[in-house]
């Protein structure tokens, strides 16, 4: 903050230049995540489901990095950051839709199934997955007629939550938009911060 109330450089420098020196360290942690967890998982065995996987699991670490970066700077001390980021991040995991399905969401706080960090993630990865295997049966019912009636598809798994193949494209901007929106919050708590610094 001294330096950039003095004029030493920039608030804009400091944020390109976090923004670029942490864009691959972070590929690097999300690939480090991703390729023993896709294929002990069991995923879908392709190349280019994987190579999504990975790019989704990347701005997920992007997005939360920002919103880190955002919170750190509304907060006056170590203490009261570290309390509102594992707040603010335990209620975006718990309206993203996995724990308590949007539906069963209080109207007053649908709002925050919206703004939820992980619930694009959630409904991207799942597209990614049952697209890859829309055809695949997963649950089936013998009878007289039909000795093996298939009841479950993947397609019926993204119908059951509104998804299909384009939805996993617009949630992607969406999490991109999400990792610029907390990037340029950050940014201009910074500069006001900065510009209330004295010398």
Known sequence: MKEASRGAYKISSYMIANTIVFLPFLFAVALLFAVPVYWLVGLYPSVAAFAFFTFVVWLIVLMASSLVLFLSAVSPDFISGNSLICTVLGAFFLFSGYFIPK???????????????YRYPLDTLLTNEYCS????CFSWHANDQFPSECLLTGNDVLKSRGLD???RWINVGIMFGFFVFYRVLCWIILCRRASKTTI
Request: no cysteine; glycine share 0%.
């Open 165 to 167: 193949k384009d939805t």
């Open 133 to 136: 295997i829309s055809s695949e």
């Open 103 to 117: 539906e069963s969401i209080p109207k007053y706080w649908l709002f925050m199934y919206y703004v939820s960090i």
